[in-house]
T-cell receptor
């Protein structure tokens, strides 16, 4: 299976704390993308990191990629209750265009 | 901001009936996709479409499924004879190109309930 696996499956933190979610994958990738999904809603694109990049920032989000370990992490700083959602990593394999999704991390931010 | 739109947002259908889910991708995008998410499970790739033909498909996308781009704006997914296990959220997505910076944008999804 090419899909990523997120760790942890669920994470509960207090508002203001940082949240770190990890993703591992198995095969060579073109890029890795992180998405957010509120319960029963669509997938919102957060950030894309290419295979030749190691770190990217977008607002309170920081994504790292380690292709030697086939892993990525998503850090949300200064979390807010509105960040409560499921977060998925998804990989685009080398030579392909479609995404393979991981199992997701359910983040709960307690006000 | 441009977005992918999907209709219907929710459809209930009898087992064995045909269903067509509709999508309007972002207007200048060239690649189109369908994914599904069974309740409580991960998002699964169904099919990708480029240059008016299927470019990739998964094992899930069997003969019961078909896709079409009937005009310059719509992209449809047809399920010929629905089964109970087809109940899921179906997501349409599109992207501008297939390169390394290929951000894939998703619609809000269409809930399909087969009874």
């Amino acid at each position: 299976s090419q899909q990523g696996e997120e760790d942890p499956q669920a994470l509960s933190i207090q508002e203001g704390e940082n949240a770190t979610m990890n993703c591992s994958y198995k095969t060579s990738i073109n890029n890795l993308q992180w998405y957010r999904q509120n319960s029963g809603r669509g997938l919102v694109h957060l950030i894309l990191i290419r295979s030749n990049e190691r770190e990217k920032h977008s607002g309170r989000l920081r994504v790292t990629l380690d292709t030697s370990k086939k892993s990525s992490s998503l850090l949300i700083t200064a979390s807010r209750a509105a960040d409560t959602a499921s977060y998925f990593c998804a990989t685009v394999l080398t030579g392909a265009n479609n995404l393979f999704f991981g199992t997701g991390t359910r983040l709960t931010v307690i006000p | 901001e441009p977005e992918v739109t999907q209709t219907p947002s929710h459809q209930v259908t009898q087992m064995g009936q045909e269903v067509i889910l509709r999508c309007v991708p972002i207007s200048n995008h060239l690649y189109f996709y369908w994914y599904r998410q069974i309740l409580g499970q991960k998002v699964e790739f169904l099919v990708s479409f480029y240059n008016n033909e299927i470019s990739e498909k998964s094992e899930i996308f069997d003969d019961q499924f078909s896709v079409e781009r009937p005009d310059g704006s719509n992209f449809t997914l047809k399920i010929r004879s629905t089964k109970l296990e087809d109940s899921a959220m179906y997501f349409c997505a599109s992207s501008l190109d297939g390169g390394a910076g290929n951000t894939i944008y998703f619609g809000e999804g269409s809930w399909l309930t087969v009874v």
